[in-house]
């Protein structure tokens, strides 16, 4: 048995370089936040061989001071913070003081910098070793760094590296991300000599927007709705892409939090709930979004790689996050093929210049602000609820209904939807609007209007309970017991009764009445893993809103049920009187815009 003896520093920032330095795309991190942190406003970074063989980070910040330069690159030294005071509001990307001496222990590595009150610059060597004694050279005011045979020291590193591609694959993709977060900073990048994109500072919102798709596709942009709301003391700003435009996978979620890249299960719970009444459950939403607050209300200090945070009121971030964005889903319209980049947007990293068109404003126009005006045939058919029986087409009856012409031009304060046209095969609705043609599925469109109304009438009822005949026993560990037996009240609110009979037991004498035949045992551990998790539960809402759902799904419009044309016309106008309804209770479309331009480029007109 050894006896217990201090690691040598080499050693020390080896084993902290594990943490730090992943691959090459982990030195460019560090040293491009070490660059913004510095008040940069152009950004270089070379690459060769995928950061294998050279990575190198140039900078137009306020440089180092000779003096500093050793200390840059010693383990725990930073001019970011100096008490623990400082470490607990921190609004620099940077402040462990570890990354430099981390990068110089497992490669070749050369600083040269020239302070903002310098006459020339400094440079500084290390090889894995002690850095070397400051050297005059000719620098601009600013920073490089060079980092070179990346893991030279450490074999079993390297061999872990991936292809040349794949690693400067990461590097793009980080640099194109982080540039998001920071539009006023000039980002370029140059791989093997050659340059792979050059960023100018995207100071107005088509700059910003041409970053966006720089980094997410031109598809993203096209589908994005612009977001920026503030309240109590947060802001957020970003886009946000139409449900309509979503992932297999996770891939197209940005999030910042000051200025930083993080991945946080408080976020990412606040943006599925939002999304949960119009995506379907197998789909992500994309989006990327900037969220600003007090720096002394989140805590960076979590993990080496500073891309955890921990919020002091995660409760209050979470709702503030699922209330912005419900709203914005709530008040959105299909986005149809008209040009996007022409809407007005406020926000998004940034103010925004207004340029709307009157075709891409009125195909965008959102569901709460459309004009709730209703024809008077008939009380609107009785609501259209009459819709909501199943008919079949007769044998021999033509599949399309035809319906009196309506005026070439809606006339001022016509419905947005415009006006019913034809019921094709008993399935879509041909309308006309002053943007072009609007094609609706009838089925999809009833199903998510009759869902909100019986969310709504849900909503406004306290949650009947139901007592069970037999008490289901509920075995679980004791902790879990001790936090059934804390959100007590919670449950009952939520309609569950349950009491605590033992170390490890639970009886569940009561449900609420829609779950009444719901598995009462997954139902209590679902709601304590919330509970456990985020201090709230939202398991009785979700699985009531299922059950709503399907009641929709079953009573609304069938296919082949021919409809008339107030009945038709009814049916739109609730369309733009609902909340959500550009998607059904899946995620699918309800209805879409095609404009008059988009109708000409079908038939090639003006060629």
Same mark, same amino acid.
């Given at each position: 048995m050894r006896r217990i003896q201090r690691l040598p520093d080499d050693l020390i920032n080896q084993?902290?370089?594990?943490?730090?330095?992943?691959?090459?795309?982990?030195?460019v991190k560090e040293l491009v936040e070490n660059s913004l942190d510095a008040g940069a406003s152009r950004i270089q970074v070379d690459i060769e061989a995928g950061g294998a063989r050279l990575i190198r980070v140039r900078d137009d910040g306020v440089g180092i001071d000779r003096d500093d330069l050793p200390l840059a690159l010693a383990s725990h030294a930073t001019s970011k913070i100096t008490d623990i005071n400082e470490l607990e509001s921190v609004a620099s990307l940077g402040f462990r003081g570890e990354a430099l001496a981390s990068i110089a222990s497992i490669a070749r590595l050369r600083l040269v910098s020239c302070h903002q009150e310098a006459d020339h610059g400094w440079e500084i060597l290390a090889e894995g070793t002690e850095p070397s004694e400051p050297a005059p050279v000719s620098h601009p005011?600013?920073?490089?760094?060079?980092?070179?045979?990346?893991? !030279?020291?450490?074999?079993?590193?390297?061999?872990?590296?991936?292809?040349?591609?794949?690693? !400067?694959?990461?590097?793009?993709?980080?640099?194109?991300?982080?540039?998001?977060?920071?539009?006023?900073?000039?980002?370029?990048?140059?791989?093997?000599?050659?340059?792979?994109?050059? @960023?100018?500072?995207?100071?107005?919102a088509k700059? $910003? $927007?041409?970053?966006v798709a720089a980094a997410l596709g031109?598809?993203?942009?096209?589908?994005?709705?612009?977001?920026?709301?503030?309240?109590?003391?947060?802001?957020?700003?970003?886009? /946000?892409?139409?449900?309509?435009?979503?992932?297999?996978?996770?891939?197209?979620? @940005?999030?910042? /939090?000051?200025g930083r890249v993080v991945r946080d299960r408080v976020i990412a719970h606040a943006v599925r709930r939002a999304f949960a009444d119009v995506l379907h459950y197998s789909r992500h939403p994309a989006f990327v979004l900037s %969220?600003? @607050?007090?720096?002394?209300?989140?805590? /960076?200090?979590?993990?080496? *790689?500073?891309?955890?945070?921990?919020?002091r009121q995660a409760g209050m971030v979470h709702d503030f996050l699922f209330s912005t964005l419900s709203r914005l889903l709530a008040q959105s319209s299909p986005i149809g093929s008209a040009e996007l980049t022409s809407v007005s947007e406020k926000g998004a990293f940034g103010p925004k210049t207004p340029a709307p068109t009157k075709v891409a404003a009125a195909a965008r126009q959102s569901p709460l602000s459309l004009p709730t005006h209703r024809l008077p045939a008939r009380d609107a058919v009785r609501s259209y609820e009459a819709l909501l029986q199943s008919a079949s087409v007769e044998h021999g009856e033509s599949l399309v209904t035809p319906v009196d012409p309506v005026p070439a031009v809606?006339?001022?304060?016509?419905?947005?939807?415009?006006? *019913?046209l034809a019921h094709v095969h008993g399935?879509?609705?041909?309308?006309?609007?002053?943007?072009?043609?609007?094609?609706?599925?009838?089925?999809?469109?009833?199903?998510?209007?009759?869902?909100?109304? %019986?969310?709504?009438?849900?909503?406004?009822? $306290?949650?009947?309970?139901?007592?069970? @005949?037999?008490? /289901?026993?509920?075995?679980?560990?004791?902790?879990?017991a001790d936090l059934a037996e804390t959100w007590l009240e919670v449950f009952e609110t939520l309609g569950i009764v349950i009491d605590r009979v033992g170390p490890t037991q639970l009886k569940v004498r009561e449900l609420p009445a829609p779950l009444r035949h719901a598995d009462a045992n997954q139902l209590v551990m679902d709601m304590l893993d919330e509970l456990g998790q985020y201090g709230r539960t939202e398991v009785i809402e979700r699985q009531i809103n299922e059950l709503l759902s399907r009641m929709a799904c079953h009573g609304s419009i069938r296919a082949n049920r021919r409809l008339q044309r107030e009945e038709m016309d009814a049916l739109l106008r609730d369309i733009e009187a609902t909340e959500r309804s550009g998607q059904c209770n899946h995620g699918r479309p309800t209805w879409t815009q095609l404009s008059m331009q988009d109708l000409d480029r079908l038939f090639m007109?003006?060629?």
């Open positions: 084993i902290a370089a594990g943490e730090v330095v992943e691959r090459p795309a982990s030195v005011v600013g920073t490089t760094v060079e980092v070179r045979d990346l893991f !030279f020291n450490v074999p079993a590193r390297r061999k872990f590296l991936k292809t040349e591609r794949t690693e !400067f694959g990461h590097i793009d993709q980080f640099l194109r991300r982080i540039a998001l977060a920071h539009p006023a900073v000039a980002f370029v990048l140059a791989h093997n000599g050659r340059i792979v994109f050059d @960023l100018p500072p995207a100071l107005d700059q $910003r $927007r041409r970053r031109e598809g993203f942009m096209q589908n994005a709705m612009p977001v920026e709301h503030a309240s109590s003391g947060m802001h957020l700003s970003g886009w /946000v892409a139409h449900p309509s435009f979503s992932r297999s996978s996770t891939d197209q979620q @940005l999030f910042y /939090v000051n %969220l600003t @607050l007090n720096p002394a209300d989140v805590d /960076v200090n979590v993990h080496p *790689a500073k891309t955890e945070v921990r919020f809606a006339e001022a304060g016509k419905p947005s939807l415009g006006h *019913a399935v879509y609705i041909i309308a006309q609007n002053e943007a072009g043609l609007v094609i609706v599925d009838a089925h999809a469109a009833a199903e998510r209007i009759t869902y909100e109304k %019986l969310k709504a009438a849900w909503a406004g009822a $306290r949650i009947p309970r139901q007592p069970l @005949l037999l008490p /289901v026993t509920v075995s679980l560990s004791e902790s879990e007109r003006g060629k």
